[in-house]
């Protein structure tokens, strides 16, 4: 796989006509204003923004990256029209073989072109835009690498959190509590250390893509990403603290956090389509290096009403992880699972299955809403026959619509695992539950052989067709 960097996956994604770029956008108000509008429609083109008013020529801002499965496709080394359930089938099998090389360091690369330490550290010179109209400030980090080493095992993490800057040398990092660098920030400052901490802003999509998913404690996603290139990343080592990036990163810094030192952070509009975070105090990265190379791009995967960067590709994600589960979990003949990017890739869930005996979709249903990558703030689960679509959400519509039999369809489940970010948890500070609806969208299995038949051609009919007259047919 030769896209090893953000240029090489820019330029392979300009070749397939899903980039744009857009020339004197202002990062305060426009920048953002225009990716949210972008966002509203799944698969139209990354959006790459030049010549930003008020900073180097050269400076970029690039947004709206994942938002189809094209481009996702090659951010992972599958072909560009690769279908949905092709890049479904592809993560469950990454998942299931976890292939991964690890990290090789190099002496330098493109990122150190350009060091800057001490007073000469500026991360306002890069063009950060303010993403929402009512965000409390600029964040740097939106699809970002935090890197951490553990105290006790040398474990290195990278996470994405989201990242503010604060001042030219200063930024906050806001990271829930039990997630992985939170615990081992807690762990430096339990000793009275200050946390060493490296953060990326521009990098490959797939490493990007990697820290954002649930990898699990002490296994390192560069080594995973190497899994996926096929051969090791190439690393560097930051000056002051020792933390590998990778070598052809775009935007890299790195200092330390002490214990106790906070300063107030966001609002940020979060990936259910609210502020629900809201703004509070969060620790602070004070900054002694940083790095970039020539021409840097600021890589950002904004949080905003779905679709967004983070619903889509988590969403592909999510959908092989809980196919894998249904499967472990003993469930027979799973043909299709899509987390539908209108609900966050977590809050609509719909599972094709191919049913063989009564109760089979409503033990689907209940697998899927609550294995281990279904459950977290899940609120729909629609089981669906082996003939729809469950990535076509009008075919998932017209089968709830058609074969839901009210009397034993539907099931409504209280106190589910949820989040504060949920709008409609029960509390979000003393209680983060939820209440969640399984559907069962099947035919009866009671009525399988005498269900009316469909009023659609068959797969057979389309393809003589689709032979005869392609050219006179709509774009698929």
């Not at 400030?137 to 080493?149: Q, Y």
């Not at 095992?153 to 829930?176: C, D, E, F, I, K």
């Not at 890589?299 to 009403?305: C, D, Y």
């Amino acid at each position: 796989m030769a896209n090893k960097d953000l240029r090489d996956w820019l330029a392979a994604v300009d070749q397939i006509g899903e980039l744009k770029t857009i020339v004197g956008a202002e990062p305060k108000e426009e920048i953002g204003g225009i990716v949210d509008l972008y966002q509203r429609k799944m698969g139209n083109a990354a959006v790459l923004f030049d010549e930003v008013p008020g900073f180097p020529k050269g400076a970029r801002v690039l947004a709206n990256i994942l938002t189809s499965v094209p481009r996702i496709n090659l951010a992972v080394g599958l072909p560009h029209d690769a279908t949905e359930m092709d890049l479904v089938q592809w993560w469950r099998t990454y998942m299931r073989e976890a292939p991964s090389f690890e990290p090789t360091e190099v002496n330098g690369g493109p990122l150190i072109e350009n060091v800057l330490e001490g007073k000469a550290v500026d991360l306002t010179k890069i063009p950060t835009p303010v993403w929402h109209e009512h965000d409390g400030g600029p964040f740097i980090g939106t699809a970002c690498l935090v890197i951490m080493k553990d105290p006790d095992s040398g474990w290195v993490n990278s996470g994405t959190y989201r990242v503010q800057t604060q001042g030219p040398n200063l930024a906050t990092v806001m990271m829930s509590p039990g997630k992985h660098c939170r615990i081992m920030m807690q762990k430096y400052h339990e000793r009275g250390q200050a946390c060493p901490v490296a953060v990326v802003v521009g990098n490959h999509p797939a490493i990007f893509m990697l820290s954002g998913l649930e990898i699990p404690y002490g296994k390192s996603e560069l080594a995973a990403a190497g899994g996926i290139f096929g051969e090791p990343v190439e690393i560097m080592k930051m000056p002051r603290t020792g933390l590998p990036v990778p070598a052809n990163a775009e935007i890299a810094f790195e200092g330390f956090i002490h214990p106790n030192d906070v300063m107030q952070e966001g609002p940020l509009g979060e990936w259910t389509g609210y502020y629900a975070g809201g703004s509070r105090p969060e620790p602070v990265i004070r900054i002694e290096t940083m790095m970039h190379r020539d021409d840097p791009i600021l890589l950002g995967a904004i949080p905003a009403v779905p679709p967004n960067d983070n619903t889509f590709y988590l969403g592909t994600y999510r959908c092989g992880a809980i196919w894998n589960q249904l499967e472990a979990a003993g469930i027979p003949e799973v043909r299709g699972v899509w987390t539908h990017e209108a609900g966050g890739s977590r809050f609509w869930t719909t599972v094709a299955i191919k049913q063989l005996y009564g109760g089979h979709a409503k033990q689907a249903g209940m697998v899927a809403a609550h294995c281990h990558a279904g459950a977290y703030c899940n609120r729909w689960t629609i089981v669906v026959d082996e003939d729809i679509d469950p990535a076509n959400i009008n075919d998932v519509i017209w089968a709830m619509s058609t074969r839901l039999d009210t009397r034993d369809g539907l099931d409504i489940i209280e106190g589910g695992w949820s989040s504060a970010l949920d709008p409609m948890c029960y509390d979000g500070d003393t209680d983060r539950r939820n209440g969640r609806i399984i559907v069962n969208a099947c035919k009866p299995f009671r009525r399988k052989d005498t269900f009316p038949t469909v009023a659609r051609s068959s797969k057979a009919m389309d393809e003589k067709i689709i032979a005869k007259w392609k050219k006179d047919l709509p774009a698929s």
